[in-house]
């Protein structure tokens, strides 16, 4: 009879050769695309792949001080490829802001779970904006291309559901794709002896700002923090938050070989929650301080 020992043995290694041997998500999605039928791309896929878990997910985490969102898409979700859909959930600590954005190749619907959050719209030139307060229970519709967010009012965090009708939605946050790295070289036509980390040209930049000067760029440049980011003064007052230095590491990814101002390539990146101090609205001065980051699931409370 075979030990227990040399049993696990032998299904380490078997697990170790399947692993091995899976495809990747990208080869996947590749040979899902390729497939002829319905039947045929199932027959690509482990029960596994038809599900995501949020809260352990494998990718698609965006991080700042004032939570975190989660993505499912066919970029780390093969179950979606080829039926049209994806989904973002949205973890917003107390005042906790999910910066303007678009989606250039999907329309959303926007569903607050457990707390309402104050939400805005514009779609292009020339429309009006518009106001939304997404109350729990409610869902809101952002239309394709247009600019939008979604914040946390509340002292206490909240959790939203994007659904998408895209597998590749796409984001693009209004701020942060201004902002690139250093340049490689301060010698070129583009740019001044300061080192400016604008994704787009400064002189550009500060023109379509009326004319701002590369120090003025560079300050606001330096402002611009990761999403998701803290929102307005009156919430964090509210809620006894410090704003503090928020991290500012999401930068435009640029092609070295196709720059517009010459920096250096990169890729996208974001950096951890950072750790503020916070306390209730109904706190006294004698309250013990907590940290607020990305909130926690099971903190959560749905309102009726």
Known sequence: MLSLALLSTLFLGYTSSV?????????????????????????????????????????????????????????????????????????????????????????????????????????????????????????????????????????????????????????????????????????????????????LPPDIVGAALGGLGVVEIQGLESKIPDNVAYGVDECLQRCGITRGNQPTSQLQPVDAGNSPSGIAANTASSTPAASSTAKPASSTSSAVVTSVAAPEVTSFKLRK
Do not use: W
Request: glycine share 12%.
């Open 19 to 199: 692993k091995a041997q899976a495809p990747s998500v990208a080869q996947l999605v590749a040979s899902l695309r390729q497939a002829s039928t319905e039947v045929d791309r199932l027959s690509l896929l482990q029960d596994s792949d038809l599900l995501f878990n949020f809260l352990a997910p494998p990718s698609g985490v965006t991080t700042g001080s004032g939570g975190h969102t989660v993505a499912a898409t066919s970029g780390n979700f093969p179950g979606v490829v080829t039926n049209g859909v994806s989904m973002t959930i949205g973890f917003l600590g107390p005042c906790g802001m999910n910066t303007p954005h678009t989606h250039p190749r999907a329309t959303e619907i926007n569903f607050s779970v457990n707390t309402t959050l104050r939400g805005g719209v514009l779609v292009e030139n020339g429309a009006r904006f518009i106001a939304v307060d997404i109350a729990a229970g409610s869902a809101a519709v952002f239309p394709q291309g247009a600019i939008h967010f979604e914040m946390n009012p509340s002292c206490e965090p909240a959790m939203f559901v994007a659904g998408f009708n895209n597998e590749d939605p796409g984001v693009q946050q209004v701020g942060q794709r201004c902002k690139g790295p250093k340049e490689s070289s301060r010698f070129h036509i583009y740019r001044t002896p300061f080192d400016i980390d604008f994704g």
